[in-house]
């Protein structure tokens, strides 16, 4: 009760990897030496085995939203069209950034907690069919929301437009096949699953965006994805890099493999469905029912009581820190990430919380009903049933 340690229960900033945050100490390295030049071609290829792709995968200096502006700013030319699918705050993103470079945005949206339909973005390309990219949430964090990239990536692989997935917390939390569906852009953040503080963005390219990009006319400079392309095959980055989170990064990568991202993956996957579990056995709603995301899970407050004052709860009296709705949706969602470095203990804990802060805010809680309902969801993964 006297003793609150934090713990960091968003989708990102999440928690570190202890090995990862070990490792920056190491940080007095220069970029220009042979010790940061033997490092970083090994990081870069780590990195393309986990995204899981042949293809380039360049890192930037940024956090992910530096990422999404170099997807714009490297393949289009102003006045390109662009068919942007909005269901959300970071939706609208894309939406922003198409502006701020004068493209033409043909923005499909959709309610906040439902996401585009993939024949609407086909019904958009055909009424379209000079559109140079199609952009779009992987996850909705805002809205614990996900699209379905596959079948988007069909659609748009039979075009001359580049698909462009903002991955940001969809990487390690669901299976995006980057080769085989034709992902050409795909967007990566370091605080999300890749357990490191943020600053770093990842941006995988296809051989069909690099085709995009030897004609592409807009204005870059930092973010010349060229540019690092070249340095990168020298073993070097363009610019400055964050030395030390290049060391996080490469340790962070390590467990990622010895884990198997489709381990990695599998962990967000229970973690949401048994989160989801929970919230039906205590009687509270999801935001997105239809479409959920693996890697977080938005409920809504319960009639009449502000989220707000469940995610004060959670910090008052557990020093917990979970996330408010975001935009039009803040006090009506609180929302638990599970991307990362999550593992059942954190859930079994974060659920028995949201139990008590409910309780202590007058909502009827049987208590120890939604840990029961976790804890069912982990014997059905993990344990073998007791012999007959």
């Not at 437009?161 to 990566?188: H, P, Q, R, S, Y």
């Not at 020093?319 to 593992?343: C, E, P, T, V």
């Not at 029961?372 to 007791?386: F, S």
Request: aromatic share 8%; with cysteine; charged share 20%.
């Amino acid at each position: 009760m006297h003793i609150r340690k934090q713990r960091l229960l968003t989708p990102g900033p999440t928690p570190l990897l202890p090995r990862a945050l070990h490792a920056m100490m190491a940080s007095d390295i220069h970029h220009r030496t042979p010790d940061f030049i033997k490092l970083y071609p090994l990081v870069l290829a780590d990195l393309k085995e986990v995204y899981g792709t042949k293809g380039d995968v360049l890192i930037t200096v940024s956090s992910g939203t530096g990422g999404l502006e170099a997807s714009i700013s490297n393949f289009f030319s102003e006045g390109d069209t662009i068919i942007i699918a909005s269901a959300g705050k970071f939706g609208e993103r894309w939406a922003e950034l198409a502006k701020a470079y004068r493209l033409n945005a043909v923005v499909l949206t959709a309610e906040y907690g439902d996401v585009v339909a993939p024949e609407r973005i086909e019904q958009a390309l055909r009424e379209n069919p000079s559109a140079q990219g199609v952009a779009f949430q992987a996850s909705e964090t805002s809205t614990g929301a996900a699209h379905d990239v596959r079948a988007i990536a069909e659609i748009v692989k039979k075009t001359g437009a580049l698909c462009i997935v903002d991955a940001i917390t969809g990487l390690g939390t669901m299976t995006l096949d980057i080769d085989n569906w034709g992902l050409d852009i795909v967007v990566g953040g370091s605080q999300k699953a890749f357990m490191i503080p943020p600053g770093l963005a990842f941006i995988s390219v296809s051989e069909k965006a690099w085709t995009h990009n030897a004609t592409a006319k807009l204005p870059r400079l930092y973010f010349d994805l060229k540019k690092e392309k070249k340095m990168a095959d020298k073993g070097e980055s363009a610019w400055t890099p964050n030395v030390s989170l290049i060391l996080a990064l490469a340790e962070s990568l390590k467990y990622i493999r010895s884990l198997g991202m489709d381990k990695l993956i599998e962990n967000a996957e229970l973690l949401a469905k048994a989160t989801r579990s929970a919230a039906a056995a205590l009687g509270l709603e999801l935001f997105a029912p239809n479409s959920p995301s693996s890697s977080v899970t938005a409920i809504r407050s319960p009639k009449g009581m502000d989220s707000s004052e469940i995610v004060k709860g959670f910090r008052s009296q557990f020093g917990s820190i979970i996330a408010n709705g975001q935009g039009s949706m803040k006090g009506q969602i609180f929302r638990i990430a599970h991307l990362g470095y999550f593992d059942f203990a954190d859930l079994f804990a974060v659920i028995a919380e949201l139990e008590l802060v409910l309780y202590s805010k007058g909502f009827p809680v049987e208590l120890g009903t939604g840990v029961a309902a976790v804890q069912k969801v982990y014997a059905e993964a993990a344990l073998k049933p007791p012999a007959a």
